[in-house]
């Protein structure tokens, strides 16, 4: 029974920190959290067609301050035949507010570059395709086996600067590495940039 009152006491206290934590917060940090929390979940591209009859498909899943991309490849041009699979794992930042031409409205954000990838060569071809190039430095890379790869020094933990409009289940990103892009960089008619609320 002793212990009831300095329970109570320490409940007040971290009650009290936690309001503190949440007053000292500016506008701009609280709608930067809002909308971590409204991206939360996965998104997804449709399937689309490169010049070099290759077709991709890419996924995004948003968790916490973390954005995983898997980029898919095919070997066809309609994503029905596997060939590898990479994914990235990057620290994003919610910036500023931005308010686009067509009414619609967005963000900028931030990309940390991680120090590794994880590639997956999909089917033999790939698998003889990676051991020749010895991609990573490897000479074992085998069909449906997972490995990780170091990413170049040079670009590890560099920034990426990047903007989004986001227009109810479609979310639309372009990045650059040297400045933000502007509002009309934003393309709402391109499979490639077109993501999808799964």
């Known amino acids: 029974m002793k212990y009831i ?7 007040f206290v971290l009650l009290s920190c936690s309001k503190e934590d949440e007053e000292t917060q500016t506008a701009a940090e609280k709608a930067a959290a809002a909308q971590l929390v409204a991206l939360e979940g996965t998104w997804k591209t449709a399937c689309y067609t490169e010049s070099d009859n290759t077709s991709y498909i890419e996924t995004l899943t948003f968790a ?21 699979l990479e994914e990235y794992s990057f620290t994003i930042s919610i910036g ?3 308010t686009f031409s067509n009414g619609k ?12 990838t ?6 033999a071809s790939a698998a003889s395709a990676f051991n020749s190039s010895r991609k990573c430095d490897k ?3 085998a069909e449906d086996t997972e490995k990780e790869c170091s990413v170049d020094e040079d670009d590890v933990g560099d920034t990426i600067l990047c903007l989004y409009q986001l ?13 933000y892009p502007s ?5 709402t008619d391109n499979a490639s940039s077109t993501f999808t609320k799964q």
């Open 96 to 98: 500023d507010a931005v």
């Open 118 to 123: 994880k590639i997956t060569p999909q089917s």
């Open 105 to 116: 409205t967005g963000h900028k954000f931030t990309l940390i570059v991680p120090s590794t």
């Open 183 to 187: 509002t009309s960089d934003i393309q």
């Open 139 to 141: 000479t074992d890379w």
């Open 167 to 179: 227009d109810g289940n479609n979310w639309y990103p372009d990045c650059d590495d040297s400045a």
């Open 5 to 11: 009152i300095p329970i109570i006491i320490l409940s």
């Open 64 to 84: 916490g301050n973390v954005l995983t991309i898997k980029d898919e490849e095919h070997s066809d041009t309609s994503c029905a035949t596997d060939y590898s």
